[in-house]
């Protein structure tokens, strides 16, 4: 498991693991909804904090080969729909800032 740094504000590395799963989830669930078929193709490998849990690092897979321009591109124009999905689903006074980058099928970053 990867380790995950105590957030600002002192937040335990269990909040932090728990914030993760959750936008995990908020995600996974965000891109099945969405009419992009890049985006519908995609699979959600892992959501990481970097540096810490203001910012999250969403890791995604494209298995069907739109290629790394495509996918970043459709990512950043669904941003704001993907954070407004966080924000529904986490309670939060501030949805954290979401990054994304593409990993190869089974590849890791």
Same mark, same amino acid.
Do not use: W
């Given at each position: 498991?990867?380790?995950?740094?105590?957030?600002?504000?002192?937040?335990?590395?269990?909040?932090?693991?728990?914030?993760?799963?959750?936008?995990?989830? +908020? !995600?996974?669930? %965000?891109? =099945?909804?969405?009419?992009?078929?890049?985006?519908?193709?995609?699979?959600?490998? *892992? @959501?990481?904090?970097?540096?810490?849990?203001?910012?999250?690092?969403?890791?995604?897979?494209?298995?069907?080969?739109?290629?790394?321009?495509?996918?970043?591109? +459709? !990512?950043?124009? %669904?941003? =704001?729909?993907?954070?407004?999905?966080?924000?529904?689903?986490?309670?939060?006074? *501030? @949805?954290?800032?979401?990054?994304?980058?593409?990993?190869?099928?089974?590849?890791?970053?």
């Amino acid at each position: 498991m990867t380790p995950y740094p105590t957030g600002r504000g002192g937040r335990s590395d269990a909040k932090t693991r728990q914030l993760c799963a959750q936008v995990h989830d +908020a !995600l996974s669930y %965000a891109l =099945g909804e969405t009419n992009d078929p890049i985006l519908m193709d995609l699979v959600l490998d *892992r @959501v990481e904090p970097m540096p810490d849990d203001r910012h999250l690092l969403v890791v995604v897979q494209d298995l069907h080969g739109h290629g790394l321009l495509a996918t970043l591109a +459709a !990512l950043d124009r %669904a941003r =704001g729909f993907l954070r407004t999905a966080v924000a529904e689903l986490v309670a939060r006074k *501030r @949805v954290p800032q979401l990054s994304f980058t593409v990993v190869p099928p089974g590849g890791a970053s």
